[in-house]
């Protein structure tokens, strides 16, 4: 079993800054990739960076320039800076992952989100 804990999100200000963390837990052989979704109300769940094991990211249009995705795999850690927010980032935050576990197989796992409020 995989584990996905998210941590950072909270309350900000317009054009204030959050950290976003996701660590993952248990039977890791590798992982393939970790990303960053989110889902505001009544909207559905987009992709908003996401990051490869040979390091190579990608971003939704909305949020180049401003948000920077990292990871740490020897840690099983990956972080989202996000930078200058505005109130169209508010939204619940869910980490990703694909993960090959000790079986050789590969899974996909979700986190259990974690709320970031943009007041403006």
């Known amino acids: 079993q995989v584990q996905l804990v998210e941590s950072g999100g909270g309350l900000v200000q317009a054009g204030g800054s959050l950290r976003l963390s996701c660590v993952a837990s248990?039977?890791?052989?590798?992982?393939?990739?970790m990303e960053w979704y989110r889902q505001a109300p009544g909207k559905q769940r987009g992709l908003v960076a996401l990051?490869?094991?040979?390091?190579?990211?990608n971003y939704a249009d909305s949020v180049k320039g401003r948000f920077t995705i990292s990871g740490d795999y020897a840690k099983n850690t990956v972080y989202l800076q996000m930078n200058n927010l505005n109130s169209d980032d508010t939204a619940v935050y869910y980490c990703?992952?694909?993960?090959?576990?000790?079986?050789?197989?590969?899974?996909?796992?979700w986190g259990q989100g974690t709320q970031v409020t943009v007041s403006s």
């Open positions: 990703h992952a694909i993960i090959r576990s000790m079986s050789g197989h590969s899974y996909s796992y």
């Open positions: 248990g039977s890791i052989l590798s992982i393939d990739a």
């Open positions: 990051i490869r094991s040979g390091g190579s990211t």
